[in-house]
């Protein structure tokens, strides 16, 4: 399947890497560094250095905690993305909300891309999608509201149920005019599942891969890595680039990432190692 998000068309072949900025003060991993503009314009920049082709733009920490209401949220994200669109022109900008009204709020600033990590929970945020020629990430939850921890929570396949939710939200997508080069699908490891759910996604992520639509993974320094190697959140990224190596050589294409140098690094591996991307140099035993 194709794929166009604001002035990028990328390739089959292609890995994306996607930059979180929190505008928030209590993310898991990086506790408020960004919540100012300035910090967060200044990791906006960093993560382009580094090579990042998507920065996804959060106002709501995505657990539970304090209430921040649809006011609160617009306020965090909708003159920030505006700021980033005037400053990186032909960045990719995408906005992880499940609310329409934010929705359209940032899609008129400047937006590319709406991630909506809760699953539909506002089914008119596909409207706007549709409205404003936006793309649209599809997810999956279990059908768990927004900031919602799983319990308890439990599957007869767990991989059946994320294909039938993410592909059954991109049909709906589609039908009420969302850009078939403008969906995404992402199985979004932890929410709704337990470790060992999270694991079998991984593990048969290429069955999402299979549907055609171009797959997204947010693994970056989640708890089933954590609990998988009893690491605290700091201690992650080892563990995040080994499964970030396994769900590209399966065929996902956009890579959610706090660290943006390593994921490039990791994922220019996979690349070359299947045939897709030349060395930078190439000089051993040729002299």
Known sequence: MPLRLGTREFANDEFAVMAIVNRTPDSFF???????????????????AEGA?????????????PEVDEVEEIRRVGDFVALVR????????????????VARVVADAGADLLNDAWAGH??????????????LVCSHTGGLPPRTDPHRVAYDDVVAD????????AERALSVG?????????????????????LEVSRRLDELVATGWPVLVALSNKKFIGETLDLA??????????????????????FRAHQVRETRQAL??????????????????LA
């Open 268 to 285: 220019d591996i996979v690349a070359s190692i299947r045939g897709s991307r030349q060395p930078s140099v190439s000089r051993r035993a």
């Open 30 to 48: 990086d506790q408020g560094a960004t919540y100012d503009v300035a910090p967060a314009l200044e990791r906006v920049d960093q993560a382009v």
């Open 233 to 254: 959140t700091g201690e992650r990224l080892a563990g995040t680039l080994a499964a970030t190596a396994v769900a590209a050589w399966q065929g996902a294409r956009i």
């Open 53 to 65: 082709d998507i920065v996804d733009i959060g106002g709501v920490k995505a657990g539970p905690g």
């Open 162 to 169: 994320v294909v039938a939710t993410v592909t059954g939200l």
């Open 178 to 198: 969302v850009r078939a080069d403008g969906i995404v699908i992402d199985p979004a490891h932890d929410f709704g599942k337990n470790t060992r759910h999270s």
């Open 122 to 135: 506002d089914p008119q945020l596909a409207v706007v999608a549709a409205e404003t020629g936006v793309g």
């Open 86 to 101: 005037e400053r990186h022109p032909a960045l990719v900008i995408s906005v992880d909300t499940w609310r329409a009204s």
